[in-house]
Each structure stands twice: as structure tokens, then as C-alpha cells.
């Protein structure tokens, strides 16, 4: 059991400018009784809690197992022995964690659970590039639906993505959805030399699309010793002018592991919120950017989930579309191995 003076405490390091990430002594005191039940009930009901580094910190400290990027978090969902999934993140990784556990119960807690890269593409978008790209092979990023998935030849995730384009035995690649993700995997292909073939979908996270270089410029005016460190969801422009790139979990690991006066995350800034905590002795500079999908998860709709789920937060997938799509995930242990 938690009081809300020790919530307030362990979440005092927090101090971004987002509302969602502000623990007053008010707010602890009505999120400690919550989080007490879901972490009673969870034990009762074989649940395991997933969280994605974007949502708030009272989730993340408070209640979830398993915290991290999205093939992290994959990984978690493979080897749970729990019979019951909370995913909190957004729909495609429940979606993920349904295709590796077919068999498990998987909810995804906000009905609000969408992400603008997934939502950019369907299945019939797949299949007409596959008649037009007959001989290309088909490469996707997690942020796809399931559906889509089961088109592609070979899923990746922000951690893996530069290393599987590269290593992947076609000399023809059709990446998707993402545009602006696209184009950093063909920079750094051409500063490889790479004779592949690459192309890529017009889809973009609407999130990340929204940092500019002006304002890198700007930060190096002011903090010229801060280190950029950008999530490859940002424009070529930000990603040629940043000090490291990567998903969001090597972003922690990199400001963990790294001495710089000043870091710069350009990514949702729950990751900032998770490094004020975890490496309270590194400073942060900017804004705050939020994804709306995977903030609309709270304690109130994890606790609904456990308590009397509502059957349209369930997961449900059909057989073929899972066996397909786990192919595509299977392509992708195999090369990010
Ligand atoms: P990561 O796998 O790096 O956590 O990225 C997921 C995502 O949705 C980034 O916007
Ligand atoms: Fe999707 Fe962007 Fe939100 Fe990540 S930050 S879940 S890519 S909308």
C-alpha cells in the first residue's frame, strides 16, 4: 500500500510544464486509493500492466510491471505468464501483444487509442503498393494495425528499423507508413552506400513532425552545449543536426549514460518525465509535446478495465490475421537478433 505523501515523493522530481504531470499532495491523495486497488486486484486477476514511456508518471511508477519503448514492450507481452493484458499505450501495441498471446485476454484502457502513423494506412492501401511494388518486399513499422501487418514481410520498431533495412536480404524495400522516417532511412542507406532500392509511404506522427529546425537553431543559440537527442520520427532536418538518435528507450539510455550539461529531448514528453525521475541529476531543456492517444490512459480506466472491462476495449483479433501478422513480428526477433 502507498500513502499520497509517499506518491508525492516519489514523484517530486517531475517538473515539466504538462498538467497531467503535476503531483500535488490534492492529487495524491485521490490517486493513492486508486492505485492501491489496481495493484490488489491486478495480483487476483493474473493481470500484468504494460505501459508505454509516453503516459503519465502515476501509471508508470504506480502501477505498471513492464515499462518501455515498443519492441521492449513486445518483448515483455512474449513472455508474460499472465493471463490477462492491460496495455497502456495505444492500440497497435495491444494489438502486438494479442498476435505474440492469442490466447490471452488483451485490453487497451482508453477507448481514445489511435496513433496518426498507424491510422495513415490500411489494408487495402497495402495491397494495391504490393500489385504496383510487385517485386519489392514489404517492410513495416510496429505503428501499423494488425491488419496491415499481416501484408508486410518484416516489421521493425524505432529501435531496430536502420540495422533491418539495411541487413534485409531484398535489394527492393517498401517502408511504411512513415514518411519523415523514410527519409532518415534513406540518408543514412546513402551514407552507407547502399545500392538497395528504398521507398517509402506519406504517413507522419503528429507528434513528432512538429519540431522544426528553427528551433534546434534557437536551442543552440542559447544552450550550445546541450545535446539534441531526437526520436527517428522528426524531419531528416532535425535528425542531421541532432547529437544522437533513437527510440525512446535508447534515449534513456543514452542521457543515462552520457555527461552532457544539458539534454534536449524532441520526443512526447513523458520521456522527459520518466528522466527527471530516473536520472534526477541530468538537466532538461523545452517544451512539453504531448500525444493525446497515449495520454487519454489514466488510473480511472486501468481500474474500470480490472474491475468490469467494457467489451469494446478488448482486443480481438481473427486467427489468420494473427498468424499472418506474427510472421511479420517472427521476421523482425529474427533480424533484430
Ligand atoms: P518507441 O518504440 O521508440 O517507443 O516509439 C513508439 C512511438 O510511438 C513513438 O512515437
Ligand atoms: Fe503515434 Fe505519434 Fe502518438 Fe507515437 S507519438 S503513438 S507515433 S501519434
Do not use: W
Request: charged share 20%.
Amino acid at each position: 500500500m502507498i500513502t499520497p505523501k509517499e506518491l508525492k515523493e516519489t514523484l517530486s522530481g517531475i517538473s515539466i510544464g504538462a498538467s497531467t504531470c503535476n503531483y500535488s499532495i490534492e492529487t495524491c491523495e485521490k490517486l493513492t486509493p486508486i492505485i492501491n486497488q489496481i495493484n490488489a486486484l491486478k495480483k487476483q486477476k493474473n493481470t500484468v500492466i504494460l505501459a508505454h514511456s509516453y503516459v503519465s508518471p502515476d501509471i508508470i511508477y504506480g502501477v505498471a510491471d513492464h515499462v518501455g519503448d515498443s519492441f521492449e514492450l513486445s518483448k515483455a507481452a512474449q513472455s508474460t505468464n499472465a493471463s490477462t493484458i492491460i496495455f497502456a499505450a495505444v492500440k497497435f501495441m495491444a494489438e502486438t501483444a494479442k498476435i505474440l498471446n492469442p490466447e490471452k485476454r488483451v485490453y487497451t484502457p482508453s477507448p481514445i487509442n489511435g496513433c496518426s502513423l498507424a491510422d495513415a494506412i490500411t489494408a487495402d492501401d497495402v495491397i494495391a503498393l504490393r500489385k504496383q511494388y510487385p517485386d519489392h518486399a514489404f517492410i513495416c513499422y510496429i505503428n501499423t494495425s494488425a491488419e496491415v501487418k499481416a501484408l508486410c514481410d518484416c516489421c521493425v520498431t524505432s529501435s531496430n528499423v536502420y540495422d533491418i533495412v539495411d541487413h534485409y536480404p531484398n535489394q527492393n524495400i517498401y517502408f511504411l507508413p512513415d514518411e519523415l522516417m523514410g527519409k532518415n532511412i534513406e540518408a543514412y542507406l546513402a551514407s552507407k552506400n547502399s545500392n538497395k532500392n528504398f521507398k517509402y509511404y506519406s504517413g507522419t506522427c503528429y507528434v513528432h513532425e512538429e519540431y522544426d529546425p528553427d528551433m534546434i537553431e534557437f536551442l543552440r543559440l542559447n544552450h550550445p552545449d546541450a545535446a539534441i537527442v531526437a526520436h527517428p520520427e522528426c524531419k531528416p532536418s532535425i535528425i542531421e543536426k541532432s547529437t544522437f538518435v533513437g527510440s525512446t528507450s535508447q534515449m534513456v539510455n543514452y542521457v543515462k549514460t552520457t555527461d552532457h550539461p544539458q539534454y534536449v529531448l524532441l520526443t512526447e514528453c513523458g520521456l522527459t518525465a520518466r528522466l527527471q525521475m530516473e536520472a534526477p541529476e541530468k538537466q532538461f531543456i523545452g517544451s512539453c509535446t504531448m500525444c493525446k492517444y497515449m495520454k487519454s490512459n489514466s488510473l480511472g480506466n486501468i481500474l474500470n478495465v480490472l474491475e468490469s472491462p467494457q467489451p469494446e476495449l478488448e482486443i480481438h483479433l481473427n486467427s489468420s490475421t494473427i498468424s499472418k501478422a506474427k510472421a511479420s513480428l517472427m521476421a523482425m526477433f529474427k533480424y533484430a537478433s
